[in-house]
């Protein structure tokens, strides 16, 4: 891949234990292979200031006001889009991304109940709009997802720790984003075994591989 063409972006979403994280490795793996440079990535994180940010949202010791938490992620997103996403995608680089916008969409738009619209807005001018290439959203229920944490054996975080109810918002929430944008996502059933979510996560983006 050359670098006078500009790279793609793939961000990956869904609830925790989705198995996200096993799907961007893997991808990363497969797009290396077919020698397309690419780098993965976590939100929030990524770079130092939104490593910090991560660490102070995801305390289960702390009370974080929906508004203030939203805000937080916006920021982390805001370094990571300047400092690492946008020089490498610039650069023809690809990029891996294990959530993104849509994350805050589903778990401050809609679970934190403080709208689709106005967090959309928020997260605009925290990426310079910014937007993907292509999502993928793994589909799990909710408490399949819960089941999978429980067996990592982690204490879970402040976000973990919120109700069944919560969780089952964003799961139809994000069946709701994905819904109304067909174009840009793919949605993937991710309660079956890694290797057949896999194989699906990579024919999901064959369309954005280079020729040859």
Not at 5 to 30: F, M, N, P, Q, W
Not at 68 to 84: C, H, K, T
Not at 104 to 109: D, H, K, P, T, V
Not at 157 to 163: F, P, T, Y
Request: hydrophobic fraction near 45%; proline fraction near 5%; charge should be negative.
């Amino acid at each position: 891949m050359t670098t006078s063409s500009r790279g793609r972006l793939i961000t990956v979403e869904g609830l925790d234990g989705s198995g996200k994280t096993t799907v961007v490795s893997g991808l990363l793996d497969a797009l290396s292979s077919r020698g397309v440079s690419a780098r993965a990535l976590r939100e929030p994180g990524g770079v130092d200031t939104s490593e910090r940010i991560r660490d102070l949202v995801k305390d289960p010791t702390l009370r974080v006001d929906p508004r203030a938490e939203a805000l937080l992620y916006a920021a982390a997103r805001a370094q990571l889009v300047d400092e690492l996403l946008e020089p490498c995608l610039a650069g023809g680089g690809w990029v891996l991304l294990d959530r993104f916008v849509d994350s805050s969409l589903a778990y401050q738009g809609v679970g934190r109940d403080l709208g689709v619209g106005a967090i959309s807005a928020v997260n605009a001018f925290a990426t310079g709009g910014l937007a993907p290439d292509r999502t993928l959203l793994l589909r799990i229920a909710p408490h399949t997802g819960r089941s999978r944490q429980a067996d990592r054996g982690e204490a879970p975080d402040r976000l973990e720790q919120a109700g069944e109810p919560f969780f089952a918002a964003i799961a139809k929430a994000y069946d709701t984003l994905a819904a109304a944008d067909p174009d840009r996502w793919r949605v993937i059933d991710a309660e079956r075994a890694a290797e057949t979510v896999l194989a699906e996560a990579l024919e999901a983006i064959a369309d954005l591989l280079p020729a040859g």
